[in-house]
């Protein structure tokens, strides 16, 4: 009975894994460099994704079967994995340099996991980016998830890590003086590039008190959440919004006003890949790192390693 809901959804939304392979077999195969191109893929690839949940089916053949009440919800949170991979591809195609999406990277105190980093080591990237894939659909008893749910924690992880990562080669040695003229030359460059599903606005119901209408999510706040980071502690910011289309059978892009200071996407990738170029020289090896004198944590790795992001 289950296989045979798991095949009819199927057949009506398609299977995300496949989708996904498709998707970044296609940006490979064909050299891809813009988010553009494929924002409609991956749009098709979020709809499909957000189906399963909603049915609570598992898609065919994903995710381990040890534990299937936790099975959907970690198939789900592969997606902030598949948006880096995604930027990565599309970051590679632009320059002919490595990219790597999720790798643990050593600042001044602590260990990071960072979403998308060149060179691809260690310690002492260059480059530096966070990936966020935000919102979902209500399922079973839990409701829509809105875009800047639990925004303030992510955005102090965001500002630490920046900060913590920039201090890693002068280590306690490190004179700042002015910051704004410190964090701008000090690497790793660090940006932010987020996906976002909007929540529409809408009446809910509860059992014990009369119904209210939920607060529609707007792009214009998470524009100027982001903004905020970029003139304190980031080097640039880009974001990519959708919402439910009217006829309620697909997702559509929220476009950003044109008077907002972040921007799309595409504009923030060619930004890390003209850093990425102008660092490398056309050499094929990176910059070698540049390591602190002396360390004021001898051993970062026998800390406790960050938790991973829950949805």
Not at 50 to 78: F, T
Not at 86 to 101: K, S
Not at 263 to 282: K, Y
Not at 303 to 311: A, I, N, S
Request: aromatic share 8%; hydrophobic share 35%; proline share 7%.
């Amino acid at each position: 009975m289950a296989q045979d809901k798991t095949l009819e959804l199927e057949k009506v939304v398609g299977h995300p894994g496949e989708l996904w392979e498709s998707l970044l077999e296609w940006v490979v195969g064909e050299g891809l460099r813009e988010f553009a191109d494929v924002q409609e893929q991956w749009l098709q690839l979020m709809w499909c994704l957000d189906a399963y949940r909603q049915a609570g089916i598992p898609p065919r053949g994903m995710g381990s079967e040890k534990n299937p009440n936790e099975r959907m919800a970690a198939i789900y949170r592969g997606k902030g994995n598949w948006f880096a991979q995604l930027l990565a591809a599309l970051l590679e195609n632009r320059t002919d340099q490595r990219v790597a999406p999720k790798i643990r990277v050593q600042g001044f105190s602590q260990v990071h996991q960072i979403d998308l980093a060149w060179p691809e080591r260690d310690e002492d990237p260059l480059i530096c980016a966070e990936t966020k894939v935000t919102g979902a659909p209500a399922y079973g008893r839990y409701p829509e998830r809105g875009a800047m749910a639990d925004f303030t924690n992510r955005r102090k992880e965001l500002k630490f890590a920046a900060t913590d990562l920039k201090l890693y080669r002068r280590d306690r040695d490190t004179s700042i003086d002015h910051w704004g003229d410190w964090r701008e030359g000090s690497p790793p460059r660090a940006y932010f590039l987020w996906a976002a599903r909007l929540r529409r606005g809408q009446m809910k119901e509860f059992k014990t008190r009369p119904p209210r209408r939920v607060k529609a999510d707007n792009i214009g706040t998470l524009a100027r959440e982001a903004d905020a980071l970029v003139k304190t502690y980031l080097d640039g910011a880009g974001l990519f919004a959708w919402q439910l289309n009217d006829q309620e059978d697909g997702y559509e892009e929220v476009p950003l006003a044109q008077s907002e200071r972040v921007t799309q996407l595409d504009d923030v990738l060619h930004r890390i890949a003209s850093n990425i170029n102008r660092e490398s020289r056309g050499r094929h090896e990176p910059p070698a790192p540049i390591r602190p004198p002396v360390r004021s944590v001898g051993d970062p790795g026998s800390l406790l390693p960050e938790e991973p992001e829950r949805d």
